[in-house]
């Protein structure tokens, strides 16, 4: 009898085994018998290990991730690529709950977005491109220029205005950034913005004294409209390794982020640090920059990017 | 608890007598930390690979300071490689040696710096160097990159040349050099446009203008904070246009700096400047020892390591072991020996440095080894008569009473000093002439006070 189950289960999941695709077998082979599958060798998990350190996982998520996969066991003749795929579709996984665009509420009159990050990332770049997707969708944009300390920042976002057809508030070198989006808030609610794109300094979050000012902002924001900043995005530079993680701690303690843009991944840094972003922090990343074009700003798309970090050919 | 915690103060005083040269077992056990620190730092991998296995062959077999544990040391050796592979005690400065005008070229990934540190540069060899210095922006793609550089040359008094309307970066770098040759400038600083190493077109063109100009210096502009991509991204411009020396930028940040390593030991060409900070005047001349420690991360191991070293004078640490010894240890000197474990500072971070703190770092917390425990300890002492701390014994209720009163403390704060001070003496007899000195030299004072009572 019990042998008779046993040759069922067996004979059960072998007729199952050839019926299903190649990526499903591993879920069989986790519980099937033992003998005829085997676990990776070290070498094998060492190189996976690397490949997702080279990626900029981090160390712990890296061997997190080898692990796993460490525990797993395979058919003999898996293939090399096959595992990247397992281990791709793993990572993807845990990205596909934080890919998010922005939500717009049509409601918010304007909907206000502060955006903020460390110097260079990309922000006054990120602010053209979203400006200019949402004119051709026939929003009204205005954005504030409110890094008024980096040399020719105004000049550079008034630039930005005039290619995505926004209007821009703008004011002196040097002038209180708090003071100027006051303005432009009382501004735009007068004259029916859908969307104020706030542009701000950039600045290293261990600044204390700039992190202050940038909190400063939020609470004038907040004096006109209680329920803005609508969203608080920090603009992170894909070539950045592990600093990542402590930029969105302590920018999301000063302000509140509520959502991420990666920048950059037209290079050939990975950017993979944002898989330890979404286990620690789950936040959203709404977007990711390409390029330097007005066009080059994509939805976050998970698999893509799992393929790119494992070098797996996309449709592998 | 106290059982455990004087175990394990035993077991480490054991330890350090024992040891004398770093074995290969040592190095396994650390080399994995060694290497996980420096990943987190975001060293490339290649790097942090080849550089444990020099540490390895090269630490083993070598004489561990008396001080210190195996662990402590061969962080140490690390640290001294870092130091060296980052190019040890050599200084920096630019090449001037060229016909005027010398030309210098800044070049990286997009937004990491360039036309910052241009403008650096420019007010540091005028203000430094005494000379008159060109800037010109080849960057015709960052909308007002062109304005930065202008603005910039404004504030600093620096002259930065017009800019035409349409014109191509190679023809920039020819109009520069042409009006810094024809005006007399000593130096032009040409400042290109961002461009990622994997971009043929824009390597291409900065290939070019190299090509052109053949600068004097070549330096690429690099966020400090930069990930793994470090190493690609160095020896792509390396390859391409043969960098004179790097410049790490945002320094003034909290990043470990990993990068910097990557960089030195896949192009083997210099850093020369650390950018830190936005104004012009921040910048600064490399320094190994300043980047090594924070990309080892580790530098406060190494620091303690060294000033225990030097604050514990070995005289007066032998010549309280002596006393110790012979029965003879009074509170008096039991007060200097905290004297000297409040100056050596930051007493948590010395606790971090006994070998196996983890473990034993709560308890010895608990145990009020803290700043506040030793200042009300040195109270207490100090509110005794001589004739009381050359004899305890004398110490009846109502003199522990007036003790407690006036040192701010509690009868049972006297009690508990007391039971140290005995305990110490205790811990003398009953562990000879072994196993002392080591903590003596790690903390500069007797075991004891690391050990509170256990009997009563
Ligand atoms: N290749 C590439 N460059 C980008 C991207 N986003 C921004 N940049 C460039 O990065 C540099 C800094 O961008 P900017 O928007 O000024 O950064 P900010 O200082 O954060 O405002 C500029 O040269 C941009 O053209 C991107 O997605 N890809
Ligand atoms: N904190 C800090 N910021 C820097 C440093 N160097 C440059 N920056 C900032 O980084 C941003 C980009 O610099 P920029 O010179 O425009 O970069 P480029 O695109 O490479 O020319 C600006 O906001 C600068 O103020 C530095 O050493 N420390
Ligand atoms: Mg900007
Ligand atoms: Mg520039």
């Given at each position: 009898m019990a042998v008779e189950e046993s040759y069922k289960k067996n004979n059960w999941f072998q007729q199952l085994k050839a019926g299903l695709d190649k990526s499903r077998t591993r879920v069989a082979g986790a519980i099937t018998d033992t003998f005829s599958k085997r676990k990776l060798d070290q070498g094998a998990l060492g190189e996976l290990e690397a490949i997702l350190i080279q990626g900029d996982l981090g160390v712990s998520m890296a061997s997190k991730l080898s692990n796993f996969i460490g525990s797993m066991r395979f058919d003999t003749e898996v293939s090399d690529v096959e595992i990247r795929r397992i281990l791709s579709e793993e990572i993807e996984s845990i990205l596909t709950p934080i890919a998010r665009p922005i939500q717009l509420k049509p409601a918010n009159c304007p909907h206000v977005i502060l955006v903020c990050g460390v110097n260079g990332s990309g922000k006054t770049t990120t602010i053209g491109k979203l400006a200019f997707k949402w004119r051709t969708e026939g929003k009204a944009v205005a954005l504030v220029a409110a890094d008024t300390f980096r040399a020719a920042a105004v000049d550079q976002l008034e630039i930005w205005a005039e290619r995505s057809g926004c209007s821009i508030i703008s004011g002196k070198p040097g002038a209180d950034p708090a003071g100027l989006v006051f303005n432009a808030l009382e501004k735009t609610h007068a004259d029916k913005t859908d969307i104020l794109i706030v542009d701000t300094a950039g600045r290293l979050q261990n600044r204390k004294d700039l992190m202050d000012e940038l909190e400063k902002i939020v609470r004038v924001i907040k004096k006109i409209n209680?329920?803005?900043?609508h969203d608080t995005i920090l603009v992170l530079d894909a070539t950045i390794g592990q600093n990542t993680i402590n930029q969105v701690e302590i920018f999301k303690e000063a302000v509140n982020i509520s959502g991420l843009v990666l920048t950059?991944?037209?290079?050939?840094?990975?950017?993979?640090?944002v898989v330890a972003l979404a286990e620690k922090f789950?936040?959203?990343?709404?977007a990711v920059g390409i390029g330097e074009g007005i066009e080059d700003l994509q939805p976050f798309h998970p698999r893509g990017f799992c393929q790119s970090l494992l070098g797996l050919d996309i449709g592998d | 608890m106290f059982q455990s915690l004087s175990s394990a103060l035993e077991a480490i005083s054991e330890k350090l007598e024992k040891r004398s040269a770093i074995k290969k077992a040592d190095v396994d056990h650390e080399i994995e930390k060694i290497k996980t620190a420096l990943l987190d730092a975001d060293v490339a991998i290649q790097v942090v690979d080849s550089f444990a296995e020099k540490i390895k062959a090269g630490s083993i077999g070598q004489e561990v300071l008396r001080s210190v544990t195996p662990g402590q040391m061969i962080i140490k050796v690390v640290y001294d490689q870092l130091v060296e592979l980052l190019g040890g005690e050599e200084k920096h400065e630019l090449n001037f040696n060229a016909a005027p005008p010398v030309s210098i070229v800044l070049a990286g990934l997009q937004g990491s710096g360039k036309t910052t540190t241009a403008a650096k540069l420019a007010n540091r060899i005028t203000q430094l160097h005494k000379k008159k210095v060109l800037m010109a922006s080849l960057?015709?793609?960052?909308?007002a990159a062109q304005q930065q550089l202008q603005q910039l040359g404004k504030k600093i008094d620096v002259n930065v040349l017009d800019p035409i309307f349409g014109e191509k970066p190679t023809a920039i770098s020819s109009r520069a050099i042409k009006a810094g040759r024809i005006e007399g400038y000593d130096v032009v600083i040409l400042d290109t446009a961002g461009r990622l190493h994997v971009d043929e077109t824009l390597m291409t063109e900065l290939q070019d203008v190299c090509h052109y100009v053949n600068p004097t210096e070549t330096l690429l502009v690099v966020d400090s904070m930069t990930g793994q991509d470090a190493v690609n991204l160095a020896s792509e411009f390396n390859d391409k246009i043969e960098l004179s020396g790097i410049a790490l930028t945002r320094v003034d940040g909290d990043a470990r700096g990993g990068a910097a390593l990557s960089m030195r030991a896949i192009?083997?060409?210099?850093?020369?400047?650390?950018?830190?900070?936005?104004?012009?005047?921040d910048l600064d001349t490399f320094d190994a020892k300043r980047v090594a420690s924070s990309i080892l991360g580790m530098g406060d191991i190494v620091g303690l390591v060294e000033k225990a070293e030097t604050v514990v004078n070995q005289e007066e640490a032998e010549k309280t072991t002596k006393k110790l010894l012979k029965g003879q240890f009074t509170l008096d000197d039991m007060a200097k020996q905290l004297g000297q474990v409040k100056k050596m500072g930051n007493l948590e971070g010395l606790i971090n440095m006994l070998p196996g703190a983890k473990k034993i770092k709560p308890k010895l917390l608990e145990a009020n080894v803290n700043e506040q425990g030793i200042a009300r300890q040195e109270a207490i002492i100090k509110s005794m008569t001589i004739a009381e701390r050359r004899n305890p014994k004398i110490l009846n209720g109502s003199r522990r009473r007036r003790i407690a009163k006036g040192s701010g403390t509690t009868v049972q704060d006297v009690n508990r000093l007391l039971k140290q001070y005995k305990q110490m003496l205790l811990m003398v007899k009953k562990a000879g002439k072994k196993g002392m000195k080591g903590l003596f030299d790690m903390t500069g004072m007797p075991p004891g006070e690391l050990i509170p009572p256990r009997f009563n």
């Open positions: 209680p329920d803005a900043p950059k991944l037209d290079g050939s840094a990975k950017g993979g640090v789950k936040l959203p990343v709404h | 960057d015709v793609y960052r909308p192009t083997g060409k210099p850093i020369k400047f650390l950018g830190v900070g936005e104004s012009v005047g």
